[in-house]
């Protein structure tokens, strides 16, 4: 057993007022964190507690309790309690946001000949990220390479090349390959949905699959209510088809607020479609209860306003969890599904896939007019794969690894970052919204990391408001390698200087 | 010598009362087409067409000089005429339009919510070319996958993907491939434009660019000049953006009236956009002629009128002719160049890519936020191929093939069609735009067609007006083998049965 902790010191955080189990807590946290008491040693014993430091039984379990559910000490059934590594030391949950006072935002009016807006501001970081030559990024929301399967997809496409040499050169005559379409319908069953290879238009990523989706169901000047914070390519596409984002307020423990939506759709008559991600969503991370997805799914349909949903991340939750999507509670055809197989699969495939529901024969048409349909040898190597097992070990193994990465990227922010930094750790997915402290504004440090080779993504485009610029996206789908922890010490060390706050 | 023709029946179709020199030519003709005089064989001299018929010596002459117009004889230096294979027979050229009353036409109010117009026209063609059974299919302007080099390519794809291991798993990150791009600037000199690789975004056929062209320089509700006929694609990319097409007289001979375009610029000021395919137009397979060329930029240019070429068959012009662009005399970037490799290159790779002009960086932006970069394999696998000499040989040779295959098309359909039909012959590419005789309408002989599995694009399709609803586009990308013929004379057999004139 470690030496037992030096009394309570003067100047640990907690003031003499806080109650005792606080200020003993705090002893033992800065133990565990100074490294005096080690990952793997045995905790003192809480009969020991109460005899060292002369307080009650209950207070002693307190601290344990309290510690425990900060990740510090693990039970240990008859042993006692056991020193964690110190992970999610200093994870601190984001807030949840206000719903009365962000609907006031009402969306500004729009001036397409400028591409003022969003276009400009991802524009900016764009340009911003090329300029610079680029060591570590943390700002690409995909795996590595290595976490998917390159040589047997390599396989496959040899495969589909040799069986089909007239592939590469004969026209293309189908809303997808009748082979992928059918097992993206087979697989969907799992989230709970029910398609047929007919319900499928494959497209180029699901970003073709959202713009399609929304020209289906909107026309210039609607408004398109979205999750606030959310994913900047959603906004540019809102923005470049003449329509306004309107913000709902989304908790980044729940998602969407169905009472902040329910709201919008009494105050703004002009809301004529909503998208949201509901299963670990980008940027947050978080997943959406099922019954709050029910909720969802009956509030658009009472109202008469078409759900699109997002799921490009909703395959990669931890573990062997498939998420239920929403789209699985619509029964009326009044959600149109949009999916993609490049966070997923490969992202070098550009696939991606709509479900349109009762809007399926107009997306069909859209579909066609936009850029007619998906060339040949990608579908068929992704379908190729798709059909066997070798997939579901793949997403497995896919998964354990963002989770492993996940983890292991909170702990360094958390370790490095400084006080005052909030994150959630997400249940799947790969990467974490990260408040700065004191409304620190992220662009300084955007910029500044640009210089270091290091590129993330900063809060500023996850809005059209200014409401995020004090935040970052970090992405976690390259391995947390000894660079990449560099990287985030760097990061620690530019939010260390001293910056103007707004 | 074969045996002489008989004496001038009277059934023959010229009345009595017609000229002798017509009689008498009629009476050859017919003599021709019925094989009585094969092709090779020596026409009677003009000595001994006196002699034989009592006529004189100028008639006999004005009877061969008819014949040799329409292609029936040719003169040989010092041997007289002999019989030329009957192609051409009766082609007779398509009529120009008239430029004052066509412009009449304003584009009506625009229904988006219904997609009534070019995308119901579309979408009844396309459910109904699927329920038919598909014998021959004279509709798609695409070769045959044996014009392409299936096998070079193939290696090319194989060898990509053996260099780079990753490929299919990694993301995408630029505006196309940089080889690609590099081999499209230097092959883009031969046709009179110069651009570096950094001009040109890469999309997803030459369908993806036009949408990303049309949405860069217009907002809905405005007006876009096009051809008439123009490419139904193009027709529908219009409606769907919520825009109005303007249909401006078009001549079968010399493209797109620059006089009508200068009256429509004067007398439509929501014009925003000009759309042109000078080269090689699709259906109608004429090509601009230079000087038209230089005055419709001037024009544009002077009107402060962006002008989007679409140059999808251009570079399928007649022996080793290359087409000089519109864009070739683009000073100041106000045209908007767009391509495929589709008819070209690989029907099955769907690559296209737009050179944006002034509207560069636009375009880049919409392309991101429309469907990402394009994936990467199509576009490494294109770039190692043209980047060998074996393209200019397989353009050459698709080339030649094209042009044996038109005209045998043509000499067919001029041979099986009922007297009256019109169509002219182009010096490129693959599609003939054929008018029925008398009016006939073309969506009875479209239908009763695709139930004998013969697939044509009937003229409905090529504006929004009822111009061309006595049209048909017949394509010849495959070779003109038994079925095809089969099909024409079916065709034709359709033709024959007498219906309702409009």
Chains 1, 2 share one sequence.
Not at 287 to 304: N, Q, S, W
Request: glycine share 6%; net charge positive.
């Amino acid at each position: 057993m470690a030496a037992l902790p030096p009394p309570i010191s003067p100047t640990s955080p907690p003031s003499p007022a806080s109650p005792l189990y606080q200020r003993l807590a705090s002893h033992y946290r800065q133990a565990i964190h100074a490294g005096v008491l080690a990952p793997g040693e045995r905790m003192p014993s809480v009969r020991k507690l109460t005899l060292l430091h002369q307080v009650s039984l209950s207070t002693a379990l307190e601290v344990c309790h309290r510690l425990e559910d900060e990740g510090l000490l693990a039970a240990k059934p008859r042993s006692g309690y056991f020193v964690q590594q110190p992970r999610r030391a200093r994870l601190v949950p984001l807030r949840e946001p206000e719903i009365g006072t962000a609907l006031e935002d009402a969306p500004g009016p729009l001036d397409r000949t400028h591409y003022r807006g969003i276009h400009q501001k991802v524009s900016d970081y764009v340009a911003q990220c090329e300029r610079a030559s680029l060591v570590t990024n943390l700002a690409g929301a995909y795996g590595a390479p290595e976490a998917y399967p390159a040589q047997a997809l390599h396989r496959a496409a040899t495969r589909v090349l040799r069986q089909k040499p007239e592939l590469l050169v004969s026209a293309v005559n189908a809303q997808g390959d009748v082979n992928l379409r059918t097992v993206l319908a087979r697989r969907a069953l799992g989230a709970g949905m029910r398609f047929t290879a007919e319900d499928i238009v494959v497209t180029y990523g699901c970003t073709e699959a959202l713009n399609i989706a929304l020209r289906a169901v909107t026309s210039p000047g609607d408004t398109v209510a979205v999750e606030s914070p959310t994913y900047y390519g959603l906004l540019q596409i809102i923005e470049s088809l003449g329509l306004r984002a309107l913000e709902i307020p989304t908790s980044p423990a729940t998602g969407l607020s169905i009472e902040a939506l329910e709201l919008a759709f009494r105050t703004h008559p002009a809301i004529k479609a909503v998208v949201a991600i509901p299963n670990l969503h980008n940027p947050l991370g978080c997943v959406m209860p099922d019954d709050h997805k029910a909720r969802l799914v009956a509030l658009c349909e009472g109202a008469g306003i078409p759900l699109i949903e997002d799921d490009t991340y909703g395959a990669l939750a931890d573990g062997d969890t498939q998420l239920q999507t929403a789209k699985a509670w619509d029964q009326t055809g009044n959600v149109i599904y949009c999916c993609s197989l490049r966070k997923t699969l490969a992202p070098g495939l550009r696939l991606g896939w709509v479900a349109g529901g009762r809007w399926h024969a107009r997306i069909q048409m859209l579909k066609y007019a936009q850029s007619r349909y998906n060339e040949a040898l990608a579908q068929m190597t992704a379908a190729e794969y798709m059909q066997t097992s070798a997939y579901d070990r793949h997403i497995l193994r896919l998964r354990q690894q963002l989770k492993t990465q996940r983890e292991q990227m909170a702990e360094a922010i958390a370790t490095y970052f400084p006080a005052g930094t909030r994150l959630n750790l997400p249940q799947g997915s790969m990467m974490l919204w990260v408040e700065l402290p004191d409304h620190r504004p992220v662009q300084p440090v955007f910029s500044a990391a640009l210089k270091l080779g290091i590129r993330v993504a900063p809060g500023t485009l996850f809005s059209n408001s200014a409401r995020y610029d004090h935040f970052m996206r970090i992405c976690c789908g390259d391995p947390h390698s000894k660079a990449v922890d560099a990287a985030l010490r760097q990061l620690a060390g530019l939010l260390a200087v001293k910056t103007r706050s707004r």
